[in-house]
């Protein structure tokens, strides 16, 4: 069984990531990337300050703007409004969740497709749907694929089956996989028999927010297994998978944590710097 070190890989990205960075800011350009948080969710609190310190890792400026929790629908499309059109500010990122009297969709909508570095702008899941390149792919599920990537493990023709239909991270991540030619199935709450899916396929992702969710028996010998859950039980940060048990049967699999987690960050860097090249075309 080998781990899939998310960890290590992203540290390799991020000094790469340093070098564009160092010659960006000699042709005069410093990425920047604003961050917005509305109200006290403490995990989202974490999120954004882990963000905000990966960027001065890399030599990225980052905005952080944390809003009280009865911030308006309103005031927030102002701000957004306002950071579409400064030409420093290369990403726009606002933290999810919201709260409920703001209309997410609505926000995600307002930010300015080209600076939408999250990739959840309608334009972006567009250009990702239809398989045309340029526009921002969403962090976490690019961040799984080139975790895949690094460690050569084939997905075309594979049996791929994604647990979780989020938006967030399970349809993108269903896409992806079809673009790179797997036969993909979306596994989600209504699934009548999960374990009918997960016992035959090649590559299983666990998108669920359920501890303990994909166990042995579930799997069949030599499975990848990419875990992207990130859940707090007994104070303890664990995944979806039972590992313990599960990782007898993988040939590869995430540790949670220290497997996807630090490739989305890595991801939400590499968009920033994507973005700040667009600005000059460089
Ligand atoms: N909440 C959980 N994951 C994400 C993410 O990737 N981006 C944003 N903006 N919010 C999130």
Known sequence: MVLLDGKQLSNQIKDKLKNEVIELKNKGIEPCLAVILVGEDN??????????????????KSLVYKLDVNTTQNELFALINTL???????????????????NKDMILESISFNKDVDGFHPFNVGNLNLNLRGGFLPCTPLGVMKLLKHYSIKLEGADVVVIGASNIVGRPMATLLLNAN???????????DLKAYTKNADVIIVAAGCPDLLKEDMVKDGVVVVDVGINRVNGKIVGDVDFDNVSKKTSFITPVPGGVGPMTIAMLLENTIKSAKNRVQV
């Open 84 to 102: 579409n059109h400064d030409d420093s500010v290369d990403g726009i990122l606002v933290q999810l969740p919201l709260p409920k009297h703001i």
């Open 43 to 60: 995990a989202s609190i974490t999120y954004v300050n882990s963000k905000a310190r990966a960027c001065e890792q890399c030599g990225i």
């Open 182 to 192: 797997a036969s993909v199935s979306i596994c989600h709450i209504y699934t009548k």
